[in-house]
């Protein structure tokens, strides 16, 4: 999420080739611009990374079944 949608996009772009770690400390170079990234981990599970700033606002929730 970011205040400008071009810079959204390249960023979107970065984070995807740095990935989560690297690409949510770029992200935090950018004022008012945060990510959650969703990625398979080695177990085969569900992870998600969420800016360290926002992590209170972000909340998942289960699918149901």
Do not use: E, M, N
């Not at 071009?6 to 989560?20: E, I, N, R, W």
């Amino acid at each position: 999420v970011s205040p400008d949608g071009t810079v959204a996009d390249a960023l979107s772009k970065a984070v995807y080739v740095l990935g989560q770690t690297d690409g949510l400390a770029l992200l935090s170079c950018y004022a008012g611009t945060w990510g959650v990234i969703a990625y398979r981990a080695s177990d085969g599970s569900l992870g998600i990374a969420i800016s360290p700033d926002h992590a209170h606002a972000f909340h998942p929730r289960t699918a149901p079944r």
